[in-house]
């Protein structure tokens, strides 16, 4: 599957953030994001992803290690965040006719520290493909928090048999989201 940006993204090549993928690791977060929890987390999963991420991306929607590649549209389990290239340099920018339906992943962020999903609650629709049940509800929000609570704590782990361990605890969680 070849992935092409939008004609007007002339200013920004594809080509120089696809040169970047391999760099992730020395990823910094822009100033308005650093010293926050989204900075923390992206950080250490960047920066740890052989040791601590099974093999995973970190989602630049919540920075959760979740995306089994950047690059071919998989879809974050906790934010919703559909990965389709963008990032830190185009972020202010809503890629309208992409699959987040013209969401910029600045304000996916600003979202997900409010909703714990990329969207904003009233965006959500009953039966819709953003169902307000499967991301809003008193349940999806405490499978989510389980789940981020899991994932956090691998930010405190060392030895890679306690990594293992909450990975299969980390699985068991990721299998109750709705």
Not at 24 to 46: D, I, N, V, Y
Not at 93 to 105: D, F, Q
Request: proline share 8%; glycine share 8%.
């Amino acid at each position: 599957m070849s992935i092409t940006p939008p004609e007007d993204r002339n200013a920004y090549p594809f080509k120089s953030w696809w040169e970047t993928l391999g760099h992730l690791e020395h990823w910094t977060p822009p100033k308005e994001w650093e010293g926050s929890a989204f900075a923390t987390r992206r950080m250490f999963f960047e920066r740890h992803r052989k040791t601590h991420n099974e093999g995973h991306w970190a989602c630049p929607v919540c920075g959760y290690p979740t995306l089994g590649n950047r690059q071919s549209h998989d879809m974050c389990r906790v934010c919703q965040w559909e990965c389709e290239g963008q990032d830190d340099p185009d972020a202010d920018e809503a890629w309208g006719s992409g699959p987040n339906h013209g969401v910029s992943l600045s304000q996916a962020r600003r979202n997900f520290e409010a909703t714990r999903s990329m969207w904003p609650p009233e965006e959500a629709v009953r039966g819709g493909p953003h169902r307000f049940d499967a991301l809003f509800s008193e349940a999806a929000l405490a499978s989510k928090n389980e789940l981020c609570a899991l994932l956090d704590g691998l930010m405190a782990l060392e030895s890679p048999q306690d990594i293992a361990r909450q990975w299969q605890l980390i699985g068991t969680a990721w299998k109750r989201l709705p």
